[in-house]
Structure formats: C-alpha cells, structure tokens
C-alpha cells in the first residue's frame, strides 16, 4: 500500500482531509509552542518541516540518522521527516545506558545525531561523548554553554525549505529500530519498505471486525515509540482516522491521567508496564476507561490479574482483551483475544495470557524444535520457537552475521522455548537464556501476581547452579512470610525471595525487566541455565 509509506504519509491525509484530532500528555520536543493539540495538516506541516531541517544539517538520500532523545511520539515524525528526504531514521531510546548507546552508536556508522541538549549533557556526564560517533549532531532544544560542542541548535536550520518527497525501492532500508535489551545489548534491526509498510502497517491498516479502528473511537497508545512499534501503529492507527488520537510519552499514573481523563479512550494500546503501572486508576470508581472496548498489549505477555483489572473497569458489555505476541525482527507472530471470562479463574496453574493463541492467519508459520538438531518436536513438548514470516527483517546493523547466527532453512530464531499443543495453539514458557530445568519462570512470575495481590513486579532469575531467585516489588515493601509459603507451596523449590523497589529495578524503554543486569546485580553474574545463543 504506497500511501502508507511514512515520507508522505501525513501529506496523503491532510489532503483526504482525514479529521482526526492528536492530544497529547505534553508537547513535542520538536516543537516549541507548547501545544498538546494538533489537526492532521499541522502534523503533516511538522514533517515537512522537519525535514528541511534535516535537508539544512546535510543530511542526503542514504545517510542513516540517529535519534536518541527522551520518550514521545515525535520519534514517529523524525523518522517520517528522514524518510521524506530519502534517509534512514535509526530511532534509539534516550532511557538506554551511555556505554549502550556509544555501542550502538558505533555500530549504526551513523551521518547525523539528532538529540537533546539534557541527553548529551546526562552522557557526557557519565563519560561518554555521544557527538563522536557521527559526524553532524543536532539539537532539539538550546544547548547549555559548553553542554555540547560542535553541535548544530534547531535554530540554525529552522526555515530551510524541504525538498520534495523521495521514492526509494521497496528493498532498500527504511528505517533501523532497536530489540529491548532485556538479556543483553538491543539489537539494530533493519527493515525495509516490504517488510515494515507493505507487511506490517498495510496488514493492520484495514477495518478489521472488532480489533481495528472505527471513526468514532477514541484511541489511545502508551508504548516506547523509539520501538517499531510506533512507527507501525502510526501509520495504520491514522489511516483508519479515528475521531481522536491520544499520545502518552510515560508510564507515570500522574502523568498519564490527565489527558485519559479529559478524553476517556475507547480503545487502549499499551505496554504490559504501563498497564501495570495504572493498576491504580484502573480501580477508581471514577476511572478512565469506563469507555474501552478494545485493550491490546504488545512487546510482551501480561500477568491475568491485570487483565482482569481492566477488563472490570469497563462499562462496556463485552470489552475485548487482544494480546499480540511478535518481536522487533518480525512484527506480530501471534494473537490471543480475552474476555471477563476466560480469565476469571485465578490462582490455579493454567497457562491464561501465556497461551499465546495461533499464528496469525495467513501471514506467519511457526514451529518447535530442538535446540540443538533443530529437528521438529511432537506436539505437546517443549522447544525452540522457529518463525517464517515474510515481514521478517533485513538484518542487523552493524552485525549482519547474527541473522544469519539465528536462521535455519527459512526459519526464524526466536530465542523464545514455547510448547505447540495439539490444537495448534502456542505456550510460552520462558526466553531461553532464561530458563529454569523442568519449569517455567513465566508460569510461576503469573501464580505469584495471582496468589499474591501486593506484588506490583515478580521476576524469576534461573542460574544454572542454585535455587532460581524470586525478585519481588511489593506496594509497601513488605511481604507476609506465611502468605509467601502458601503462594510457593504447589511450585518448584525456589530461593528466598529478594525484595527491591521499583525504582531499584533496571528497566528497558518499554518497561521490562533488563533480566541480565538484575543478574549481574542480585547473582554476582552467575551464569543463567540457557546458552543465550539466540540472544
């Protein structure tokens, strides 16, 4: 589909005169009006724009560009402005480490940086100078006095004109995104025109019966949107033009509430964090989303009790949960629909939102095998994940081997051990890398949330010698002896559970648990159960 192709897209609907209004929980870094509110052509003006900054910083057809900046949805609008002038947009997340970001900074070979004046300041004072890994840096914001030298301000480039939109072919990059990190270093992921707009977007740009847009929703999305993602839901959530368009940059309840409030959504996408993280709004009596038909919740599997959580908070008849499991190299490879009663059993050891569903039809295959012949094993026992999938990704910046590393006759490495039942259907039981010999530390991280209602976060750290290690977030610290005993009873043996604080715990753009660093942390390093091949 050519119209969704993200250098124009904006262009394509101001002149269908698409009427959908964006709200969002605070202004845009590229923009300086303070506004919140914005028609389509506004947007569509704030591309334009933007690329002719880009244009003014010399950026040309084929110059990779690397965004790193704090979170919000004008990730989307400088990778549609670096695409409208033939350049790849590399979108990384400004929550990253320094040294991760000098890393992969290294490995994207980048032309340009555009970034913040505070995130260079927050590198620089953690040692790294994230101006020497490109040859052009510009700033969104006015820099501090020596905060970055050699950097270009907004101003200096503001009203350059913008050339006209470019074509490239449907194989070549379009844009690099990265994976989350959670047991190591992220990923670059490369995908092209075929792969993200042709595959991906058109795929979710169509009125599906109850999962896709109608004109009179109100949608809502809270994710990374450094993460494809973003730029995926983007371009398909506008071009079914909704009434309204909510655009939340943070997981914060405080934050949040206010724009979910004054436009209660009817559909709802967002991370299993910040899901999670708005547990407490949920169970107001004057909630917000007393209106949702639709929740969908990407990048991960989510704990039942959060969706029994939303799923009352409804007014709605007969809301509908969608749980969409994929990965950055491949786009959506399952999806599983919940309602009030499906989950309402709790408590009990069944599988809930670990029963990922089916491929989806048509457009992804998959299969378990053994991680070692990668033969296929029967129905009903454990393996590695294998996908096929035409949306699958070019390959990885700066690491093109590790694709090949993760590919076998046409299949997929997802690094995810799952078991296929016999209906056809997926059970997640845990990364590789993170597996515990004989169970699953998905499984019991669910039982936890269940049987134990003051968990706000539990995570299960296998080693390959030792207890796995429970890591648990209680809402005031604590946690009952006798109340751990009896959720515990029916498991595998455990170790003593470590009590953090959320903030204590090191956390991805997306809100999940960077397992290898709580790891190094709470374990001294010691080595997980898994090889970690497929990483």
Wanted: with cysteine.
């Amino acid at each position: 589909m050519k119209s969704l192709e993200p250098g124009p897209f904006f262009d394509i609907l101001a002149d269908r005169g698409t009427g959908t209004q964006v709200h969002l929980s605070r202004p845009l870094d590229i923009a300086h009006d303070g506004r919140t509110t914005y028609g389509i052509e506004n947007i569509a003006e704030l591309v334009a724009q933007a690329a002719g900054w880009l244009a003014g910083l010399g950026i040309a057809r084929g110059d990779r560009v690397a965004v790193i900046k704090p979170n919000h949805w004008d990730y989307v609008l400088l990778a549609c402005a670096a695409a409208r002038i033939g350049a790849v947009p590399a979108l990384i997340s400004g929550n990253l480490p320094p040294e991760t970001l000098q890393l992969l900074l290294k490995r994207l070979d980048a032309t340009a940086l555009v970034t913040t004046s505070d995130t260079l300041a927050a590198a620089r004072a953690a040692g790294t100078d994230l101006t020497a890994f490109t040859r052009r840096t510009l700033t969104l914001d006015a820099p501090a006095p020596g905060a970055a030298p050699g950097a270009v301000p907004l101003a200096d480039v503001r009203g350059h004109r913008p050339p006209p939109p470019q074509r490239r072919p449907d194989d070549a990059p379009l844009a690099i995104m990265h994976t989350s990190g959670t047991t190591g270093t992220p990923k670059l992921v490369v995908h092209t025109t075929t792969s993200l707009v042709h595959r991906l977007a058109a795929a979710e740009a169509r009125r599906w019966p109850m999962v896709a847009s109608r004109r009179d929703d109100t949608v809502a999305q809270a994710t990374s949107y450094a993460h494809g993602r973003g730029l995926t839901w983007s371009l398909s959530a506008f071009w079914l033009a909704p009434r309204k368009v909510l655009l939340l940059d943070s997981f914060d309840p405080q934050h949040a509430e206010p724009l979910l409030r004054a436009h209660p959504p009817t559909t709802l996408e967002a991370t299993p964090s910040a899901f999670v993280r708005w547990q407490s709004l949920a169970t107001a009596p004057d909630n917000p989303f007393r209106d949702v038909r639709l929740y969908i919740n990407t990048f991960d599997a989510i704990h039942p009790p959060t969706v029994r959580t939303y799923l009352a908070a409804t007014r709605r008849r007969l809301p509908l949960w969608v749980q969409v499991w994929g990965q950055s190299e491949t786009g959506p490879l399952t999806f599983r629909c919940f309602t009030r009663r499906s989950v309402r059993v709790s408590g009990e050891r069944h599988p809930t939102t670990r029963d990922l569903g089916r491929p989806v039809p048509g457009r992804t295959r998959l299969r378990v095998v053994d991680p070692v012949t990668y033969r296929r094993v029967p129905r009903g026992e454990p393996g590695l994940v294998m996908a096929r999938t035409r949306a699958l990704c070019a390959g990885y910046a700066g690491e093109q081997e590790r694709l090949l590393a993760k590919s076998a006759g046409g299949w997929f490495a997802t690094g995810d051990l799952g078991v296929a039942t016999r209906s056809g259907r997926m059970l997640l039981l845990d990364r590789e890398v993170d597996t515990v010999p004989g169970g699953s530390c998905v499984e019991i991280e669910d039982v936890l949330h269940d049987r134990l209602p003051d968990v706000v976060e539990a995570v299960v750290l296998g080693r390959a010698s030792g207890l796995p290690l429970p890591v648990l977030v209680t809402r005031d610290g604590t946690l009952a002896r006798e109340a751990w005993q009896r959720a515990v009873a029916d498991l595998p043996p455990l170790g003593e559970p470590a009590l953090l604080r959320l903030d204590q715990l090191p956390l991805t753009a997306t809100g999940k648990v960077r397992r290898q660093e709580l790891r190094d942390r709470l374990l001294d390093g010691a080595p997980p159960h898994g090889c970690g091949h497929w990483t």
